[in-house]
């Protein structure tokens, strides 16, 4: 299938897709189907010639990708950044040239190896004039570690410097000033205004077109992922008409809004499935996503320790063994990789196993408190800090992939026990990293009540539907199903 984004050159974020031949078959076993297919990204850049205004002036980007869409998507947005041409004009050559010239700013972008006097050069102003502003004053001193991709604003008329102005931080910005022949200059903070916004969706393909069409950017779509990935799998799980509301921040200086995030609170319905999140900073400034009841959104495993590219064995009670040839319990989960993709704890733990263990290879197996174990086998190597006795944190890496021990090529076979019965990896329940203190409940309660009554109004089934004309449907199928405005 081939998606298309259009984006204008401008880069307002105003994306259009069209999706041709899609096939969702969500029958399927997607697992397998979806890991196993390589996205790949064909990338027309589509340039304008500058003079006409609508068509030329969008970029045209197409790939064509498989499931997962998510990530489809996001490489495609990606890809529409990098593409999207700087609009900075460049200084005209001779200003002095012109004869009605009004005073106005021009601006510089820092090239690499670039210096404050070649910059200075370029725009004709003189060695002196360079002098007297880096001593004008302490703050000007700023204008000594300029980095490639700055940017520097000049207000220069009829050939003669007027003022300066350099914003190294969206709140920091050295204005140096010429008056009577004297330069004045000083730094000027400016605070940025934050302000809460809320974004309602509804999915009937994707989470991330519905996030989109909701006004919510990739990166907010992603914290969202992030906030509800332990509890969601979003390659998967995802259903037509699951619902999220979000409640963000967005950040505005002068009143042009600068950025957003982070996630104030949010609440996603999967499958008839609601889950919470609010953002909760302890009077110990830890802040993390926590439910309604203060429990954690984080939980105590990580449900794979790898990135890999496809299962090749799930948790199989009557598996014919590849090498073996004969029937025999698979009590665990093969993760295709290539051989030295780091394998990661998936829970915190002490280390009872490092080293070879038989068919398994060089294996680990970690206990995670009295009931739950963890084994990885057929690693290319172990550790250096992974041994008997030791403590590990969730996510660090203890081994690297390989084919030890009895396998046919480079995969982690990955077990779960509790109270040392096998259980498969990918379904079994993790229990909740620890939630809010209890000396700190009263205070989670009072700060995250106003945003827990507003993820809790009822929330308006297709909502974003006045902004919905604008995407273009993705298949036949649901265009029809669509409702019609
Ligand atoms: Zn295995």
Redesign the pocket.
Known sequence: MTYRAYIKKDYKPEIRWVADRPQFNRSLPLLAVTLGIVVSLTVFVLFSDGKSENKANTVVLETNASLPLESAALAIVREAESAAPTIIPEPEQNPVDSKVETPRWQTVVVRKGDSLSMIFDRLSLSPRLLYQIMHSSDDAKILKELLPGQKLDFLIEQGEFLSLRFEPELTRMLEAHKSADKISSNIVITELDYRNKQATGRIDSSLFLAGLRAGLSDRLIMQMVSIFGWDIDFALDIREGDEFKVIYQEQFKDNVKVGDGPILAAIFTNRKETYRALRYTSPEGQTNYFNEEGISMRKAFLRTPLKFSRIS?GFNLRRKHPVLNRIRA?K???YAAPTGTPIKATGDGTVTLAGRKGGYGRTVILKHGGTRSTLY?HMSSISKNTRKGKRVKQGQIIGYVGKSGLATGP?L?YEFRVNGVHRNPLTVKFPNASGVPNKYRADFKKKTAEHLALLNQQVPTRLADNKESKVIALDETRSASRRVH
Do not use: L
């Open positions: 064995s698979h665990g989960v093969d086998a995969h076979h």
